[in-house]
């Protein structure tokens, strides 16, 4: 099926396109009236993710009110630990949880043997029916937790303010750090493998908490796996190729090796200035980002002023796709989002001539 809107891909590939393409992380989500109506109907944020119709309803709300470019699977990155067994769930207000967490290096060797594919099935579901749905209107997007940032929440049984708890393991237990992190690597590596062959078009690994490490153990713990998945990642499917992108919150220091990861893309945060990574990244990849997601308070002409800035700071030339910093947040005004999605579409195309 031929793609009516590419240019997100062709952006990824560093590509000539007419305007810069732009998406949004947790595009699908708690600002949108509907999608609030859309879970209560679900019952629960999990029954949600896995109810393909459903998960296909909250992926398309957002492209029938914005002129996105691409679409993203909606699911949760923590679907792996759920599927080695660890018990996710999701208290009202406080954000996921496990039943079990891993304390030794005994919890780590005990993890059982997965087939990612099968135990993770309805997210593949989710993909098929989406990818049906959009009938080639913009690609689709599957994506993963990186394997640090899966095995932060199977450590610390959630979410964490200091991550106590698992860089105590990591520093007190590197080995059994490393076969969890191998075994996560495998599974991320087979979960995008499986969404592609459903029908993503493109994969992004969100490393969140990559950006909590030292450098050294940042590039130790947390992008040796990701470069790891890289280079087993299917790479063409449906006669294009398959990009991939990577994304590590705070993780501007590292631009440089992160860049050679092997990733065609490359998201950045609010706090590193794009000019300066473009300039850094020396056109080997196509640069992600990267306003700050709390600019959508402001008020439209701010978020306006805020976008040309960020164009003009990338300047001309291929390999920009515009988007946040980092994900959406729910008392966001669903009108701000027009603003910002119809301002990077009308005030870049200057720099595609």
């Known amino acids: 099926m031929s793609l009516k809107n590419d240019r997100f891909l062709k952006a990824l590939m560093r590509e000539p396109v007419d305007v810069t393409p732009v998406w949004m992380m947790r595009q699908a989500g708690r600002y949108l009236p509907e999608y609030r109506a859309t879970r209560k109907q679900a019952g629960s944020f999990l029954d949600l993710c896995k109810n393909a119709e ?157 950006g909590i490490l030292t450098p050294s153990c940042y590039l130790e713990f947390s992008l040796a796996y990701m470069k790891k998945i890289i280079a087993n990642l299917t790479k063409e499917r449906e006669g294009r190729r398959v990009p991939s992108i990577v994304f590590t919150k705070n993780g501007g220091q590292w631009l440089e090796p992160i860049v050679a990861s092997g990733a065609d893309g490359v998201g950045l945060d609010w706090t590193i200035d794009i000019a300066e990574a473009k300039r850094r990244a020396g056109g080997a990849v196509a640069l992600q980002g990267n306003m700050d997601p709390t600019m959508l308070y402001a008020s439209p002409a701010a978020i306006r002023k805020e976008v040309d800035q960020i164009l003009a700071s990338y300047g001309s030339g291929p390999g920009h796709v515009f988007n946040l910093g980092h994900g959406i947040t729910p008392q966001v005004n669903p009108d701000h989002v027009s603003v910002f999605v119809d301002s990077v579409h009308e005030l870049s195309g200057q720099y595609h001539k």
């Open 54 to 210: 459903l998960a296909c309803e909250v992926t398309m709300q957002p492209l029938r009110r914005y002129d996105f470019d691409a679409a993203i699977l909606f699911s949760d990155i923590l679907t792996i630990p759920d599927a080695f067994g660890q018990g996710l769930y999701f208290e009202e207000g406080e954000g996921p949880k496990f039943r079990k967490v891993i304390r030794t290096a005994a919890d780590v060797e005990n993890l059982p043997e997965v087939n990612i594919a099968a135990e993770l099935e309805y997210v593949m579901n989710a993909v098929s029916v989406i990818r049906k749905e959009l009938n080639g209107a913009v690609p689709l997007i599957g994506f993963s937790g990186s394997p640090w940032t899966l095995a932060t929440y199977m450590i610390e049984g959630g979410g964490s303010k200091d991550f106590r708890l698992a860089k105590q393991f990591m520093y007190d237990n590197p080995e059994a750090m490393h076969l969890l992190l191998d075994k996560l690597a495998d599974a991320v590596t087979d979960y995008l493998n499986a969404q592609i062959d459903a029908g993503a078009q493109v994969v992004q690994i969100f490393d969140t908490w990559g």
